[in-house]
């Protein structure tokens, strides 16, 4: 079973920058797809992100919301998968999460992922 754990949330004004990790607690050999959600509060959870691993092509997607602001990158040797995110806005505030699935499809589709991290919060104040 493999586990997620999401860190580097926290509080930032409008404009600027943070940096998401989320550390695999094992080799990610049977993962090939790593991916960024989001929900804020009354909304359905939403893809930002996601990347195949590099043997597989490391190609990446985005959500249009974020594109050009947001940039996701994968360490296959640390087992992590960073969601670095430039020129936040307010309506960017969501709890942020990891999800992996063992399909090299990157899919916005949350259910077809196997495992998820518990969640981050980011917050951009106004």
């Known amino acids: 079973q493999v586990q997620l754990v999401e860190s580097g949330g926290g509080v930032v004004q409008a404009g600027g920058s943070l940096r998401l990790s989320c550390a695999a607690s094992?080799?990610?050999?049977?993962?090939?797809?790593m991916a960024w959600f989001r929900q804020a509060p009354g909304q359905e959870r939403e893809f930002v992100a996601g990347?195949?691993?590099?043997?597989?092509?490391?190609?990446?997607a985005y959500a249009d919301s974020v594109k050009g602001r947001f940039a996701i990158s994968r360490d296959n040797a640390k087992n992590t998968v960073l969601l670095q995110m430039y020129r936040l806005k307010p309506e960017d505030t969501a709890v942020y999460y990891c999800?992996?699935?063992?399909?090299?499809?990157?899919?916005?589709?949350?259910?077809?992922?196997?495992?998820w991290g518990q969640g981050t919060q980011v917050t951009v104040s106004s």
């Open positions: 999800a992996a699935r063992s399909s090299c499809l990157i899919s916005s589709v949350p259910t077809v992922y196997d495992y």
């Open positions: 990347i195949k691993r590099s043997d597989y092509g490391g190609s990446t």
């Open positions: 094992e080799r990610t050999l049977t993962i090939c797809t």
